[in-house]
């Protein structure tokens, strides 16, 4: 399980970059979501994939004995994908704002120095 986790992590961080180095505004968004999937994927399978208890210690115990849960790569990664749906509403907004200006989403026209009104 874990290793085709590893070639789907390997997948999406080599077509985030493919669709990072295009030309199109859009493109580099998707791909920058595709970047971002690909790292949370990564950072959950380094916190391995165990099925076990949650980590909570009973009263009379000192430590947890049986396998448990690693809750800290579970809220790393929901903190993530909360950052990274707030960076994609800026970029739509973003992507429409330009559009509308420059009437393209070329990033080639875009970097151009003429002057648009």
Same mark, same amino acid.
């Given at each position: 399980? &874990? =290793?085709? !986790?590893?070639?789907i992590? $390997? !997948? !999406? ?5 493919y669709?990072?180095?295009r030309?199109? =505004?859009?493109?580099?968004i ?7 999937? $690909?790292?949370?994927?990564?950072? =959950?399978l !380094?916190g391995?994939?165990?099925k076990? %208890? ?7 115990? %000192?430590?947890i004995? &049986?396998i448990?849960?690693d809750? /800290?790569p %579970? ?8 950052i990274? =749906? $707030?960076? %994609?509403?800026f ?6 704002r330009?559009?509308? /200006?420059?009437?393209t ?8 120095t003429?002057?648009?009104?």
């Amino acid at each position: 399980m &874990e =290793f085709i !986790l590893a070639i789907i992590v $390997g !997948l !999406l961080y080599a077509s985030g970059i493919y669709l990072m180095m295009r030309r199109s =505004f859009v493109k580099l968004i998707v791909g920058l979501t595709m970047l971002g999937n $690909g790292a949370n994927l990564l950072i =959950f399978l !380094l916190g391995r994939i165990v099925k076990g %208890q949650p980590p909570i210690i009973g009263g009379a115990d %000192q430590v947890i004995k &049986e396998i448990y849960a690693d809750p /800290v790569p %579970q809220a790393l990664i929901l903190t993530a994908i909360v950052i990274g =749906f $707030g960076l %994609q509403s800026f970029a739509i907004v973003l992507i429409r704002r330009v559009y509308k /200006v420059v009437k393209t989403d070329d990033l080639d026209k875009i970097n151009s120095t003429d002057e648009f009104a």
